[in-house]
């Protein structure tokens, strides 16, 4: 598999050189963006995530600007996927929210679910914690997890009452292990 993985490779730096432009065929270009998935994922299994950055990146460039509305769509969400997880790996947020863009406008909602923590954790990570708070709130909302943001006293009151159910049939020690870690002898 590591020999085959290699011509791969190989084959992509070649194709990749040549660039999009120099295939006219269609189903070559499609071949060749698979093949440039094929050796993304496999440089990102070897810890070389710039490499494979530049190879799902060429891939999207195989199968060009109307790749979401051909029969290229699996292929082409395959490639955003990576360089997504990538993207986010290489600590670059910008490139992170362009492929989760690309994603989210062309693909159902719950198979944009699958990148979507990453998308959150770049925005926090970039210090952009109102758009992240905005952002897992919507994706809560479209999963029908609706936060009431305006409680009344009494809700609060009936949770708090829940909540104080919940908790008083747990031991000390119970809740201490469900904290993960080890407590001062102060709490106590």
Known sequence: KSMFSSMISIACDQIDCAGPDAITEESQRFRFAKW????????????SSRAALYYFSKGIEFLGQDCWHKNYKSLCF???????????????????????????????FEDSLEIEPLVLRSLSQSGKHKESMSRGLEILHKLNFDINFTPT????????AATYGMVSKLGTDHLMSLCGEEVDEYVH
Not at 84 to 108: C, Q, R, W, Y
Not at 154 to 159: A, D, I, N
């Open 78 to 108: 395959e490639l955003h996927k990576g360089a997504v997880i990538v993207s986010f790996t290489l600590g670059e947020p910008d490139d992170v929210l362009l492929h989760a863009k690309e994603v989210a406008s062309n693909m159902a």
């Open 36 to 47: 440039n998935l094929a050796a993304g994922q496999e440089a990102y299994r070897q810890s």
């Open 153 to 160: 006293p009494e809700s609060l009151m009936k949770s708090l």
